[in-house]
């Protein structure tokens, strides 16, 4: 077959300027071959499938081969070639036959034709052949369809609408996979880790739209390259900057704004790619009823930056930096976790991440990349009144180095990789800010730990039915000194009260190890060419945890590591699913079972106050926690409609066993985590009604989320009180919202540099007010307490239809 | 380019409302959130003993309510528990039994017990169904002297007062770390009439009104406050800006207003905070989850029991205030909407909880 197709070659080249004779209508008419290729930009990889017609004399149409060539016959003329295909732009070349003999595309992606049909690597039928489960990608075509809250496009609220993943409501920080809480989920951006992804405190996550590449997110079958969280991956890569010209591409939105500018620096050697989004969003909260948002300030900036730079075809280094600032002003001293008194409390939190990359090809097999990243995020509380005025700070600083090889051939695909991080932390440092101030300085101990990681992953096509891929994960963690660890008295709660005494570390000594095999296996039968079996098994260690007791994180919430007292926490899930296509991969189907045990998940003892905490481990339980659940998804990939349906049906308990008192009503018991959510249907649908226009809409639909009621109430101190007692036996009222959008593209075929399009949407459609909680109160400063009644109330956060509107555009 | 300066010009005044457009507005919506009320139809309830009872370092009697738990949205009277032996006793071997004053209400008598700072106080209970419970000790620590009262002027948008008087305190903590504090303050305003009548007739509204018999004293108590603080960030420094609550500007008259000051122990300390943060809860993302608040009595008899409230032991410091509001600045709305007619008879000053015959302290 190889030989043939090489003859054809060589024989093709032959002929290439020479022309053949063909009888048509008996008349004997030279005709002239004109070969071409069309080629993907900036990878400049063969592009098959592509739609090539010669317009001129005569009109003939042909599409591009596996290897990106074409073939044309033409008799004697000038004719314009053209080169198309959906979702990029389309090429024209005016040839004259049969002086010009050869043709070659570079096809642009076109990033605001915002088509439905994947043109792109990922091929349908993959979904069936591919040793995968649980995992879904995102391009950022895809998720720039999705309707979005007040214009923005986002990555995290994109993911939410696919199955087995939720959260504890609108405009919460982070998002729950299959039972796992938000910090158990290693969110990468080019490799480094983001442990806030959201901006405005959950509106909007961290993620720029305009400069990625794609998503993906793994809930299930975890490659043994990941490590590190106990849930989820969800790694995103940034978009490569162009190497061939320069670009620029943006849009206006009401909340945020986008600029992106991308380009050579030398031409196809080093391209550098830009991009910034700031937020000028203050001016809402002048629209803001309620006094306690008068006053209130949020905005926020980020920069995504790439730099690539290819000094050979071997060799490529790229350079990722990403920052994002955060600033929330809080006029009241409505959220200050602090215990000072306060007019006004400023939240800002900050993200720094830097990626370097070194790749390089040893053959076309053997491939191995070098990657350092530092991360460092850091959030500030501060209030600026005079008497009370402090700043409390903390941070994260994360330091990885590592190395991963590849090995590609014929059945075999092998990744193996060591991995080596520092971790710093410093929990909190309390100053005041002011010689007048009355806040006495403090600082917690801080935290330091090494992670290290060797990982083997094989992917092997056993035989036409079978594919396997198993890896295996080995990971140690060490908390380090310098750290004073608490002794308690034995047989006791730890409590401040209990503490006996204490060990003092010095600095880089041990304080404890803790470490473990992480096995992941995938395994894939084909029964039919359209349908396949799949399961899979992973375990994952978790040696850092966000250590927050409310129902949704704050951005401040502390960041701990495993220590002496707090264990890693550890995710076994197993998973299994049968995949089948129907209509020439026209329709995908699927059906996803899993069952997850978590170990050492964490609770907190019951009404302590987690910020500055000096001795965590008198408020932190640990427990484990079940997740079950089964997953279907009906997806339509092509033609004028596109989009899929999928319902879920997912349990998640915990089980915390305490030795305080205070928790004695919960303890032991298994109750539902605060996000379980046990129905959840998504319809995402898409409708091309012409070449530049397209609809959009999203149905939601979930159980509402389950929350404790008051059994009973009694009287106290003259005071009505709510008495609570099972945790989240009961649940709110359920969850539906209804978004539309609607884009207008530019013209695929204008020739205009400057080219727009608008992005409008309507988010909540209907204008339900959905429960964002439930609560209790008796308090009522109008009527004498003795007379008032407990009323429950219902708070809607997106109490009405949210209409937006964004404006688009590249040069 | 100029096509696109005037896009943009275009797109800005859509966005920042050149062309007043509603969805703009609309956005607001999205800010202020959204409250209704709710009926998630809870329907069960077993009665708990619930124990609320404090003793101080100032004279008796002191008074134990005893009563039960009842379904949440019942909005009759209290149950109370009558026919129950109560005793306080401390650690120095005081034991004195209390007296049953009836409708749940147990007190010592006025020259018996009196709490003194550095001892440990508890309660224990016998029910007539043959219950026993007890509290853990509780130490009565002492106060931090009263610190520094004052108010701040804020006008207020509103249609019956024009502005309010915030009060604030700031306290010197002493440089013992762990003390924790509690506030309550109670306005008393004297009344001239006892009884105000309004009937509405076919000619109109008539008003009357009968002057006080006795001197009376209208009470107003900040009830659900619970005024908090520790120093645990500010031990040794002074506690700024406690805010204690708010005075109308409805009237030019001095407002009387009797501020005290608890010390706690840190179990009563959390036991408010709880209480605080149940009664408090706004339902917000970052609200704490609900959970049942532990007090500090327990039953011995049938370890198993809930028992919710607790016996608390605090030194108390009290202050009187007087606030003028006399200050030239825009005349308060007035409150008087009908002409009112005196009548010759006078009315009682009933004692209640509304109202009193005695002198407040400090008047």
């Not at chain 1, 951005?555 to 701990?560: H, I, L, V, Y």
């Not at chain 2, 005893?66 to 109370?80: E, F, G, K």
């Not at chain 2, 520094?148 to 009060?167: A, D, I």
């Amino acid at each position: 077959m190889a030989l043939r197709s090489t003859i054809y070659f060589f024989i093709l080249l032959l002929t290439a300027s020479y022309p053949i004779y063909a009888q048509i209508n008996g008349v004997l008419t030279a005709r002239y071959v004109v070969t071409g290729r069309v080629l993907h930009f900036p990878e400049k990889t063969p592009f098959a499938g592509v739609t090539i017609v010669a317009r001129g004399p005569e009109r003939i149409a042909t599409t591009t081969k596996a290897d990106g060539t074409f073939r044309l016959e033409l008799v004697r003329g000038k004719y314009s070639i053209v080169a198309r295909i959906l979702g990029y732009f389309t090429e024209e070349t005016p040839i004259l036959v049969p002086e010009d003999n050869e043709v070659e595309f570079l096809l642009r992606e076109n990033a605001l034709l915002l088509q439905e049909v994947q043109v792109s690597e990922t091929k349908a039928e993959q979904n069936v052949s591919k040793v995968e489960i649980g995992v879904a990608k995102l391009t950022i075509k895809s998720i720039k369809k999705i309707p979005a809250v007040l214009g923005e496009v986002d990555v995290m609220r994109s993911l939410q609408l696919l199955p087995g993943v939720s959260s504890v409501g609108e405009g919460a920080t982070g998002i729950n996979v299959r039972g796992g809480g938000i910090d158990q989920n290693l969110i990468l951006v080019d490799e480094a880790p983001v442990y806030n992804s959201s901006h405005l405190m959950g509106l909007f996550s961290v993620f720029n739209p305009d400069a990625l590449k794609d998503v993906t997110f793994y809930r299930g079958g975890i490659p043994a390259q990941f490590g590190g969280r106990a849930s989820s991956v969800i790694e995103v890569k940034v978009k490569e900057p162009d190497a061939e010209k320069w670009k620029v591409q943006g849009g206006l939105g009401l909340v945020a704004s986008r600029l992106m500018v991308d380009g050579p620096i030398v031409k196809n050697k080093m391209a550098l790619l830009v991009a910034t989004r700031a937020s000028f969003s203050d001016y809402l909260f002048r629209f803001a009823k309620a006094a306690s948002l008068k006053g209130s300030k949020a905005n926020f900036y980020d920069i995504t930056s790439k730099l690539a730079i290819k000094p050979s075809t071997k060799n490529q280094i790229y350079i990722t930096f990403y920052q994002g600032k955060d600033v929330f002003k809080i006029a009241g001293d409505s959220l200050a976790r602090t215990e000072v008194n306060a007019t006004s409390s400023v939240f800002d939190w900050q993200t720094r991440n830097l990626t370097a990359r070194w790749n390089h090809a040893f053959s076309e097999k053997l491939f191995a990349n070098l990657t350092g990243v530092y991360s460092r995020y850091a959030p500030t509380i501060t209030n600026p009144d005079s008497a009370n005025a402090f700043e409390l700070k903390s941070g994260v600083t994360y330091k990885n180095l590592k190395l991963d090889i590849g090995y590609v051939a014929g059945k075999h695909k092998i990744d193996a990789g060591v991995s080596g991080i520092r971790y710093d932390i410093q929990p909190g440092d309390l100053r005041p800010t002011l010689a007048s101030s009355n806040i006495n300085p403090l600082t917690l101990q801080q935290e330091h730990g090494i992670e290290a990681a060797a990982y083997w992953n094989h992917e092997i096509e056993v035989s036409k039915q079978l594919s396997v891929m198993y890896g295996l994960r080995y990971s140690w963690f060490g908390a380090l000194g310098p750290y004073r660890v608490n002794e308690y008295e034995p047989n006791v709660a730890r409590d401040v009260t209990t503490i006996s005494g204490g060990v003092t570390y010095a600095s880089g000594k041990i304080i404890k190890t803790y470490g473990g095999l992480e096995p992941r296996l995938v395994a894939r039968l084909n029964v039919s060419p359209t349908t396949s079996l799949k399961f899979s098994f992973n375990r994952m260690y978790q040696y850092m945890q966000l250590i927050s007791n409310t129902t949704a994180a704050l951005p401040t919430d502390r960041w701990k590591l495993s220590d002496a007292f707090l264990k890693p926490q550890i995710g076994d899930q197993i998973s299994l699913g049968v995949f089948k296509n129907w209509q020439k991969d026209t329709y995908e189907t699927s059906l996803e079972l899993y069952y997850k045990r978590l170990t050492n998940v964490a609770d907190y003892r019951n009404g302590t106050n987690l910020t500055l905490l000096e001795a965590p481990e008198t408020a932190i339980l640990q427990g484990t926690g079940r997740s079950y659940g089964a997953e279907v998804l009906v997806r339509k990939n092509t033609g004028f409609l596109t989009g899929w349906f999928s319902y879920t049906f997912a349990q998640t308990e915990y089980l915390i066993d305490s030795p305080y008192p205070e928790d004695k009503y919960r303890s032991g018991i298994y109750f539902p985590a605060n996000f379980n959510k046990p129905h959840t249907i998504n319809l995402v649908l898409n409708y091309r009604i012409s070449r530049r226009t397209s609809w959009s809409m999203n149905w939601v639909y979930s159980t509402g989320r389950p929350i404790t009621y008051p059994i009973d109430k009694y009287f106290v101190d003259n005071v009505y009180v709510p008495n609570y007692t099972l945790r989240n036996q009961a649940k709110i009222p359920d969850y539906h919202r209804l978004d539309i959008g609607l884009t207008v593209d530019p013209l695929p075929t204008t020739k205009r540099k400057w080219q727009s399009g608008w992005a409008f949407s309507v988010y909540n459609l209907y204008a339900r007010q959905n429960a964002y909680s439930i609560f209790f109160r008796t308090k009522n400063d109008n009527v004498l307490q003795f007379y008032n009644k407990v009323n429950a109330y219902k708070l809607s956060i997106f109490g009405t239809l949210i209409p937006s509107i964004t404006y688009n555009f590249t040069y | 380019m100029r096509r696109l300066k005037n896009t943009m010009g275009r797109l800005l005044e859509i966005i920042f409302g050149g062309k007043r457009l509603g969805w703009v507005a609309m956005i607001a919506f999205l800010l202020s959130q959204c409250v209704t009320n709710y009926d998630p139809k809870i329907t069960e309830n077993t009665p708990k003993l619930v124990v609320d009872g404090l003793i101080t370092n100032q004279p008796g009697p002191y008074k134990i309510r005893l009563q039960y738990s009842y379904p949440y949205t019942n909005q009759t009277s209290v149950s109370a528990i009558g026919g129950a032996t109560v005793t306080i006793s401390d650690d120095q071997g005081t034991v004195e039994k209390l007296i049953d004053r009836g409708q749940g209400l147990y007190e010592t008598s006025a020259t018996g017990i009196r709490g003194i700072v550095g001892r440990k106080y508890q309660i224990s209970i016998k029910t007539p169904d043959g219950k026993t419970y007890v509290s853990t000790p509780e130490m009565l620590k002492a106060v931090a002297e009263f610190g520094k009262f004052y108010t701040e002027y804020q006008e207020v948008n509103s249609l019956t007062v024009k502005g309010q008087f915030n009060m604030f305190l700031d306290v010197k903590d002493p440089g013992t770390p762990n003390d924790y504090y509690r506030w309550k303050w109670t306005h008393y305003e004297q009344l001239e009439y006892c009884l105000q009548t309004v009937t509405t007739t076919p000619a109109g509204i008539i008003a009357t009104r009968n002057k006080c018999c006795d001197p009376c004293w209208k009470i107003e108590a900040c009830n659900g406050c619970i005024l908090l603080a520790n120093d645990r960030l500010t031990n040794g420094q002074t506690i700024t800006r406690v805010p204690l609550g708010k005075i109308p500007y409805d009237d030019i008259s001095t407002y009387f207003v009797l501020l005290e000051q608890y010390s706690l122990t840190q179990e009563a300390y959390l036991f408010w905070k709880g209480i605080d943060s149940q009664i408090n809860n706004s339902g917000g993302i970052f609200d704490l989850p609900a959970a049942t608040v532990i007090g500090n009595v327990a039953c011995t008899s049938h370890p198993e029991e809930q028992v919710l409230g607790y016996f608390g032991a605090s030194s108390v410091v009290y202050k009187s205030i007087h606030v003028p509001r006399n200050t030239p600045r825009a005349q308060p709305y007035n409150k008087e909407f009908y002409n009112w007619s005196d009548l010759i008879t006078c009315y009682r000053c009933q004692e209640g909880p509304y109202r009193t015959q005695k002198t407040p302290t400090g008047w």
